[in-house]
């Protein structure tokens, strides 16, 4: 099993452009997250969803949209990058109610500089 | 909504020294809380976690406790090791529904050897 993969690695943007980031998980997972990491500030919800067609605001939404159209996929997209963006972007998924630990599964996480 | 303090941000330890990481959140209603560790350039990954009804939970060389009155929890890491330099971050959620995380801000944790 592949677990969490992330598409693309590294992205460099300019202002205004858009991008979509993919998400794939291969473990059946119902619940899947997007987070953002900056120094200092550790890992912040941005997007998640609990199940295929569902999603859902997290901490800091503003300025990204997702969609989960397929449950095995979840895609981050950026319309219009503002540097205030550049971060590294790690999805997760998880199986719901798992006892005893509702471990999430971490993607290798997309580097993206917005100039 | 529920917010995770940690501390401290940077700790560096002797080798074979013990290592404290303490956190707080403000959620009573919170009742799950793992901790992550993040090697450089890695993807986080858990490492143990502790649920509201256990005071203390113990893996090997790494431990939890959690004060629920207090609403503070911490991670306990004993006989430091050179590969336990990573960022560890704690986290809390509620049991069922959505199960977000909420994550501290973590610790930069070096080993000295």
């Known amino acids: 099993n592949a677990g969490v993969t992330q598409t693309p690695k590294f992205r460099v943007l300019k202002t205004g452009q858009s991008m979509t980031l993919l998400c794939a998980q291969d473990?059946?997972?119902?619940?899947m997250y997007w987070y953002r990491q900056d120094p200092g500030m550790g890992l912040r919800l941005i997007h998640y969803?609990?199940?295929?067609?569902?999603?859902a605001k997290g901490e800091v939404p503003d300025g990204y949209n997702v969609s989960r159209l397929k449950k095995q996929n979840f895609l981050l997209g950026l319309e219009s990058a503002a540097p205030s963006q550049t971060s590294v972007y790690f999805c997760?998924?998880?199986?719901?109610?798992?006892?005893?630990?509702?471990?999430?599964?971490f993607g290798p996480g997309t580097r993206l500089t917005v100039l | 909504g529920e917010n995770v303090e940690q501390h401290p941000s940077t700790l560096s330890v002797q080798e074979g020294d013990s290592a404290v990481i303490k956190c707080t959140y403000s959620d009573s209603a919170s009742n799950y809380f793992p901790w992550y560790k993040q090697e450089l350039g890695k993807r986080p990954q858990l490492i143990i976690d502790?649920?509201?009804?256990?005071g203390e939970k113990k893996d090997q060389r790494i431990a939890v406790t959690l004060n629920k009155t207090a609403k503070h929890f911490s991670l306990h890491i004993t006989e430091t090791q050179p590969e336990d330099s990573a960022v560890y971050f704690c986290a809390a959620s509620k049991d069922f529904g959505n199960e977000k995380l909420t994550f501290g801000t973590g610790t930069r944790l070096t080993i000295i050897p």
């Open positions: 502790i649920r509201s009804n256990v």
């Open positions: 969803s609990v199940g295929e067609g569902t999603t």
């Open positions: 997760a998924s998880s199986r719901p109610g798992t006892l005893p630990r509702n471990e999430q599964f």
């Open positions: 473990m059946n997972h119902e619940y």
